[in-house]
């Protein structure tokens, strides 16, 4: 089976920078677009940044010029370079790899609409 496994969360002061990791396990043949989202308490799942297949990035308002995300196809593993972090950047952040295929534990070709890793904590403050 295909897994998300995130790292590089922490504790950063404002202005500070953090890079997150989040590399796919298993044997794949393709993923379309990976994402990073980040839940704040009592607020909704956002999405922050989307890199396609064809390295196309999109990125939320709020991060624009001060996140980066991108990835290693040959890794199967995405970043997010958070430079400049601000308190309110403070949340989880969840991977998503939408449109995997992979190969299943009957050692035949499956696809998954999305997979989602666990989550990593940031949290920006003095």
């Known amino acids: 089976q295909v897994q998300l496994v995130e790292s590089g969360g922490g504790l950063v002061q404002p202005g500070g920078s953090l890079r997150l990791s989040c590399a796919a396990s298993?044997?794949?043949?393709?993923?379309?677009?990976m994402n990073w989202y980040r839940q704040a308490p009592g607020k909704q799942r956002e999405l922050v940044a989307q890199?396609?297949?064809?390295?196309?990035?999109n990125y939320a308002e709020s991060v624009k010029g001060r996140f980066t995300i991108s990835r290693d196809n040959a890794k199967n593993t995405v970043y997010l370079q958070m430079n400049r972090l601000k308190p309110e950047d403070t949340a989880v952040y969840y991977c998503?790899?939408?449109?995997?295929?992979?190969?299943?534990?009957?050692?035949?070709?499956?696809?998954?609409?999305?997979?989602w890793g666990q989550g990593t904590q940031v949290t920006v403050s003095s």
């Open positions: 998503n790899a939408d449109g995997v295929t992979y190969l299943s534990n009957r050692g035949t070709p499956d696809y998954s609409a999305g997979l």
């Open positions: 890199i396609t297949s064809g390295n196309k990035c």
């Open positions: 298993g044997t794949i043949f393709a993923i379309n677009a």
